[in-house]
């Protein structure tokens, strides 16, 4: 009996061993490449409380500080240097270029280490103006107290595959009476390795 309860201890320290081990050697994350590229085919800008949204063909391009990053909350991770919008359906929409470089944030992952599913991210200073129609403006930017975000979808390989903004948080608009107070983005964006259309940014743990 005693023989018995020894073994089972001892497969459990090693068990434990292993768990500290797996998770103590994925502390940091470390990207194929530092620079990179998100295309969305259509980014939905909606009014929180409702009303037409406007939906515009969107490509972000940027840079992370670093190939290899520590996990920690709300640090710096990248810049978004260069903000492209095409012709938009139900109103328009400019990006003010003078707001950039914009910040990106680390926040969390899913998933169990070192097999994470994905990686969210907050995005700070992006500032737009919506044209919803009938002479309207109204002017949306992300501040720290109000930052958009949005999950990086990771597949098993390794290769991040889609951002996703998260439509739960609302970002704060200002103008005349008729914007709205604050507004939500949808929409699933591709991410590659800058300069490509096709080549994957990879992100592992190590």
Known sequence: MRNRITTATAVLAAALLLALSVTASAGRLSYSSREFRIMWASLTFSAAEGGPPITCPVTLEGGFLERTSTKVRNALAARITRAGLGTCQE????????????????????????????????????????????????????????????????????????????????????????????????????????????????????
């Not at 907050?122 to 129609?133: K, R, T, V, W």
């Not at 597949?155 to 200002?174: C, H, V």
């Not at 008729?178 to 592992?204: D, K, M, Y």
Request: charged fraction near 15%; hydrophobic fraction near 35%; include cysteine.
């Open 91 to 206: 109103g328009s929409a400019t990006i003010l270029s003078a707001s950039l470089p914009w910040e990106v944030t680390y926040q969390s992952f899913t998933g169990t280490l070192p097999n994470i599913t994905s990686v969210r991210y907050a995005l700070i200073g992006a500032a737009f103006q919506i044209e919803p129609g009938l002479g309207i403006l109204c002017l949306a930017r992300m501040t720290a107290e109000s930052p958009g975000a949005g999950d990086a979808r990771r597949e098993a390989g390794g290769k991040i595959t889609s951002l996703t903004p998260d439509s739960s948080l609302t970002i704060p608009t200002t103008g005349n009476f008729e914007c709205p107070r604050s507004g939500i983005f949808t929409g699933s964006g591709e991410v590659f390795v800058q300069g490509s259309s096709t080549t994957r940014v990879t992100l592992t743990l190590i």
